[in-house]
């Protein structure tokens, strides 16, 4: 397989460990969450669940490529003021803030399991040459290292054109591996913030955990980001199961103008790791988020679950706690204004 051994990304360092040791997050030589979190998974049940992974897949894709609007590059550099956004499918945010490109979790390569012999096939075709239109990014963020949002093939394609990253505590090795000039790459622990150009953004906790490979599980850190400027306060909540740490961001970082919330990917088994829709609407009401987005869907098939649920009981959850929604087509330029509040999936 093309590029196999450089999937894992780079490797765990005696160097390294010791760094990651100064953070109150690595405890007995790994990452902790802020609060007790599993897996509920036994040995027995893997097969069954790696079955329906990449057989059963009826209502779990959609029937046909979900189609994207090509990038009007002039349209999105236009106006410097105003925050604006592009969701390409599951996490990857591409946005405009005070007069800079920023892009988030830019996973666009076509499988999410490139390290498995069965593909998680991407519900979108030729993502990946969406990179060739892109504006230059003056900012890359990457919330933590998971196939699903750390791909390979899309940091090579982003690489000459990409000026800085943010990233979480750890990932750096990945890029410094795959070619990225470490001077470039700052790295965040939780509740780390850095002003980019009059944007405060800070790496906020969530609950979830990191790995590529066999070894390397918490071996760095997972988090969410927020952007506060003098007119707007936005937040990428990042991969999480529901936990405490939702009320302290509000309190600490809030009340946000617009969040984009994990909804997707969820199961009983791995409950306390990924939200189910109601508890992502909750979290966002705990965060003090006043208008909100799902992100995390609409991308891969990484649970059981049909592939429209998460944005139909997001909604559901939303109209029933009266929190604004927003629904964007993937590729649709959008301001937080704009009322994306009708389902464009069926």
Known sequence: MKNFKKQFGGKLTDSLTERYNKSENWKDGKFLNLEETSMSIN???????????????????????????????????LDDINFKYIWYGHSVLLMRMNAKTILIDPMLGPNASPIAPFKTKRFSEDTLNLIDDFP????????HDHYDHLDYDSIQKL??????????????????????????????????????????????????????????RSKSLWGGWTF??????????GDSGYGTHFKEIGEKLGPFDFGFMENGQYNEKWH??????????????????????????????????????PAEKFQEAATKNNLDVSFPKL????????????????
């Open 331 to 346: 590729g649709e330029i959008c301001s937080i204004e704009d009322l994306n509040d009708k389902a464009w999936w069926f």
């Open 228 to 237: 506060k400027t003098e007119n707007q306060n936005i937040w990428f909540s």
């Open 136 to 143: 230059e990014i003056d900012l890359m963020l990457l919330s």
């Open 159 to 216: 690489k000459n054109k990409t000026k800085e990253y943010y990233v979480a505590l750890g990932v750096k090795r990945h890029l410094v591996a795959w070619g990225i000039d470490p001077e470039i790459i700052t790295e965040f622990d939780w509740w780390n913030d850095a002003t980019f150009t009059d944007i405060k953004i800070t790496f906020t906790p969530s609950r979830h955990f990191s790995g590529r490979g066999l070894t390397d």
């Open 272 to 309: 306390q790791i990924h939200m189910f829709p109601e508890e992502s609407i909750q979290a966002a009401l705990e965060a003090k988020v006043k208008k909100v987005m799902p992100v995390h869907w609409a991308g891969f098939a990484l649970a059981q679950h049909d592939w429209t649920e």
């Open 43 to 77: 040995f027995w049940e893997i097969p069954k669940l790696l079955y329906k992974q990449f057989s059963d897949k009826e209502k779990r894709e959609p029937a046909k490529p979900l189609p994207i609007i090509p990038l009007d590059k002039k349209a999105f550099l």
